[in-house]
């Protein structure tokens, strides 16, 4: 088990990538602190998870985006578990509209959950991390983060300016033994992409050379590789999973 002993804090993990995430990093032996905004769905997926993992599953209802809300699941976690190791920095959304259509109000909310959010969860996490002398911080960017999208202004921007801080963060926490890395997913069977109509699917699919859309598992995969001990030497670096989209 490559995580065994150790302790992961996942946003957005009540569906999608991040409950993916929590899942495999559950049956590799990992106590898993779901964290996420729907305490309905969050509850019930960390229950499922309880029952089959080897270590300890909890649900913590939190808001990435307020900053109280982060310093109290934060807290909260610590006390739980007893350390964090690791931290998966998954959660957003999307607002997506045309540059001329997009409101600021769309613009802003995204900006707050995306970035602000990452920036919030690092930096209450970060204390415990320097005081276990070693420790895995994952963030989320996109290929829209990398190459822009259509429709996209306020997502791409986010998602570049995580992998800034991601690359940044890893010459300021290196000599404190904290890798900080990023990982860029492509089109991904999620719900963010559930209401994109067919033969837009099928022109994504066109595009990728594997000629089908990213799994969460797939992600998933990624955050696990760069969780374990197996990337100790990998620091800074922004790890595309996208089925080679753009190259």
């Not at 602000?116 to 290929?143: D, M, R």
């Not at 067919?198 to 799994?215: F, H, S, T, Y």
Request: proline residues 2%; contains cysteine.
């Amino acid at each position: 088990m490559r995580l065994k002993g150790k302790v992961a804090l996942i946003t957005g993990a009540a569906n999608g990538i991040g409950f993916a995430a929590a899942e495999l990093f559950a049956k590799e032996g990992c106590s898993v602190a779901l964290v996420d905004f729907d305490s309905e769905v969050g509850e019930e997926k960390a229950k499922s998870l309880s029952e089959m993992s080897e270590g300890k599953v909890s649900f913590f209802q939190g808001d990435v985006a307020e900053r109280s809300s982060v310093d109290s699941f934060v807290k909260r976690v610590r006390e739980h578990f007893g350390k964090i190791d690791i931290l998966i920095n998954n959660a957003g959304i999307t607002r997506d509209g045309m540059i001329h259509k997009l409101s600021s109000e769309d613009f802003q909310k995204v900006l707050d959950v995306n970035l602000t959010g990452v920036f919030n969860c690092t930096q209450a996490v970060l204390p415990y991390l320097i005081e276990n002398g070693k420790g895995k911080i994952i963030n989320t960017s996109s290929v829209s983060g990398v190459y822009g999208n259509v429709g996209q202004t306020n997502y791409a921007a986010t998602k570049a300016a995580v992998v800034g801080m991601t690359k940044t963060w890893a010459k300021e926490l290196g000599r404190k033994g904290i890798n900080v890395n990023a990982v860029a997913p492509g089109f991904t069977e999620t719900s963010m992409v559930a209401s994109v109509p067919e033969n837009v699917i099928q022109q994504m699919k066109a595009m990728i050379p594997l000629g089908r859309l990213g799994k969460p598992d797939d992600i998933a995969k990624a955050y696990l590789y760069l969780a374990s001990d197996d990337s100790d030497y990998v620091n800074g670096t922004v790890l595309h999973v996208d089925g080679g989209i753009m190259m």
